[in-house]
């Protein structure tokens, strides 16, 4: 009889003993089906041995090794290993989070016999373009890496062609018959770098995993990556789980991007799961950006860093990136918030029959409903936010939990009937814009107007299709995308993030602005991107005018140098929310204490504070900052505080959880 060592998706950080009379050393890597209270769970055997710390009469018996699903690799399990010690959570859970949903039920998904090239008809496969000497550079300095780790930064301005050095390394790899993983930060982005990669490979088994794909499907393509039979995975931050047994090349687009660390759960970031994945393996990984994270710019510039710096400074197609000037808006009288310098631009566009691109990142008709009267607004009651007006559809709505009402027709507090909107969103933005050009063809590209993956694909066809003249777009259309007519981007309302109380608030907007600045001219037309703001004096916006990022990031780098912020510093966040605030302050308090028992000189605690959107779905949230300046010190220190973290008794409507390298506060 053997001891079956499970990892079992619950919120605790052990694993439990299993008998089984029938486990073979080949089972280790494998699902299985076990009791679990009065019920039964699917887990994951991490080991066997013959010795277990429960008493003989406590250990129960498997109810089914699963061997009709494929062994999980070890390089597999090593990785959740990874993630479970490194961002202090259950592995259990860190297993069942990066499994298909069909696999971690247990279920055997239908499986369609793998295509080969002898037997796939061949396609109009897409002609390459002409390398220029930066990309042919860069290819072949990474592909000389191909068999051992290396990690790369391919800095390249927007539109430099930095897909198309990724394509070709893709290229080199298949012919080595290895596989490819290309990481890209959101959904929208997967169908035309899926119809690219299609066209470039037509012969290639290319599948795509996120979580727009059907579970069943999504499970299919799991499959066939572990059994080798996939040749390019192509996802988003979860599909850095994936496992590939014949993985020789990692690439991360848009490496600096939010999106590739998640916010919920096993708070981990993609891009640094990927870096671990390459070095664990031994192969290459590529990370991709004309804005890169600070930190990864920092390594990359650092004299014998832990990076190596490739640098795209020339466009593919156009001659030279758009002209970037800043409209001050302190001496220009504003008709709806734009100014007539931005009006008389989109004009001129549409003159020439070419595209302007109006960037507002603030969904909705307006922030928020307000009475002049009583001063009331409008607020949501489960959240410490304003409730945002979508006049389209006469609802109010909270964009952080989703509760929504009605518009209503006079103030709950005093009756007024005077209640008007304040501020301005994309669905104002368009209504202002349609009155101003009334035979334009407007259209909004926000999450309301694709809130779907047919509907976001019909926009994009609407746009490469020439069927629409003035795009009203947030962060959607920020970056990604090549639309050939359109040669205008207007910035409006981007002044608010240059004085927010985080810190990477900066950074964000500077990438932000630099990569939807990219979307005009990318093609024969030259391009304009006008910002209009009341600092144009602004070192920020000074530096997207002469499209300097490393004038940007140095000056960040030395300021963050100054303060001990990350890359300087690294932190995790202690994060409790409870029905009271006071359980979530008090429950952190007790962490404190236990932490200072353990804490050595080289750890710095904070005190707790509510956080800066304090109540979500009527939770009041609290958070306790740990950081140091030695990143083993910090992991030592954060193993050992964990374990009591899960012995303080607590509220019952408490919940607490460890952001390791958080990216908000």
């Known amino acids: 009889m053997s001891i079956l060592r499970v990892a079992i998706d619950i919120p605790l950080p052990r694993l439990f003993d299993y008998s089984s009379d029938d486990a073979l050393p080949e089972d280790v890597g494998r699902c299985v089906r076990v009791p679990f209270g009065s019920g039964e769970k699917i887990g994951v055997i991490t080991a066997l041995t013959l010795n277990s710390d429960q008493a003989a009469d406590k250990i129960k018996p498997v109810r089914e090794i699963l061997r009709s699903l494929p062994t999980l690799p070890a390089d597999w399990l090593a990785l959740t290993k990874f993630c479970s010690h490194y961002y202090q959570y259950p592995l259990g859970a860190v297993m069942a989070m990066a499994l298909p949903p069909h696999l971690r039920r247990g279920k055997t998904p239908r499986r369609r016999a793998p295509s080969s090239a002898a037997t796939t008809p061949t396609r109009a496969q897409t002609p390459q373009p002409k390398l220029l000497p930066e990309q042919a550079g860069a290819v072949d300095t990474v592909a000389a890496k191909f068999g051992q780790y290396a990690a790369f930064l391919l800095h390249g301005i927007t539109g430099s ?14 012919a080595q018959g290895r596989q490819a993983l290309m990481l890209v930060p959101e ?45 390019i995975l192509l996802g988003t931050r979860l599909a850095v789980f994936t496992p590939l047994p014949r993985l020789g090349l990692i690439v991360v687009d848009e490496e600096h991007d939010a999106s590739f660390k998640q916010q919920e759960g096993l708070r981990y970031s993609a891009r640094d799961v990927a870096v671990w994945r390459a070095h664990q393996l031994g192969i290459p990984i590529l990370l991709g950006s004309a804005t890169p994270s600070l930190e990864t710019f920092y390594h990359a510039r650092q004299d014998g860093g832990r990076y190596h710096l490739l640098e795209l400074t020339q466009r593919a197609v156009a001659e030279a990136p758009p002209a970037v000037r800043c409209v001050d808006t302190r001496r220009e009288k504003l008709q709806d918030g734009m100014s007539a310098v931005l009006l008389a631009a989109i004009e001129a566009r549409l003159e020439r029959a070419e595209q302007s691109l109006i960037f507002l990142n603030r969904r909705g008709y307006a922030p928020v409903l307000c009475c002049p009267a009583c001063a009331w607004v409008s607020r949501c009651r489960r959240c410490a936010a304003n409730l945002v007006v979508h006049l389209a559809d006469q ?24 209640i008007h909107p304040f501020g301005r969103g994309t669905q104002r933005l368009e209504e202002s814009l349609s009155a101003r050009f009334p035979t334009a063809r407007i259209l909004r590209v926000d999450r309301d107007s694709a809130s779907t993956p047919a509907k976001w694909q019909a926009i994009l066809e609407t746009i490469h299709g020439g069927r629409a003249d003035i795009l009203i777009g947030t962060q959607m259309l920020a970056k990604g995308h090549d639309f050939p ?8 309302g981007a002044d608010a993030a240059l004085f927010a109380a985080d810190f990477r608030a900066p950074e964000r907007l500077f990438s932000q602005l630099m990569q939807v600045g990219g979307r005009s001219g990318r093609a024969l037309l030259p391009g304009e991107v006008l910002i209009q703001t009341e600092y144009p004096a602004h070192p920020l916006y000074q530096a997207l005018v002469t499209h300097d990022y490393a004038r940007f990031a140095t000056t960040q780098l030395a300021e963050r140098r100054a303060a001990g912020f990350p890359p300087f510093t690294f932190q995790a966040l202690l994060r409790a929310e409870a029905t009271r605030l006071e359980d979530a302050v008090d429950f952190l308090k007790l962490a404190a204490k236990h932490a200072r028992t353990i804490a050595t000189e080289q750890i710095s605690l904070y005190d707790p504070v509510p956080m800066r959107i304090q109540r979500i779905m009527t939770m009041e949230r609290a958070q306790l900052l740990v950081e140091s300046t030695n990143r083993p010190a910090l992991q030592n220190f954060l193993a050992a505080w964990s374990d009591r973290l899960y012995t303080i008794k607590m509220a019952r409507s408490l919940r607490w959880h460890l952001d390791v390298d958080p990216l908000e506060f």
Do not use: M, W
Not at 165 to 174: A, D
Not at 197 to 222: E, L, M, N
Not at 395 to 411: M, Q, S, V
């Open 161 to 174: 062609g930095k897909t198309e050095v990724y394509l070709r390394l893709i290229e080199k790899l298949l």
């Open 187 to 231: 959904i929208a982005l997967t169908p035309q770098l899926e119809a690219r990669v299609a066209g470039r490979f037509p012969d290639a088994r290319v599948v795509s995993a996120h979580s727009g794909v059907a579970d069943a499907v999504r499970a299919r393509g799991f499959l066939d990556a572990l059994e080798g039979h996939a040749d």
């Open 395 to 418: 609802r109010l709505r909270c964009h952080h939990c989703g509760f929504e009402t009605a518009i209503p027709k006079h103030c709950p507090e005093c009756g007024n009937l005077d």
């Open 485 to 492: 007519i359109l040669t205008l981007v207007g910035v409006v």
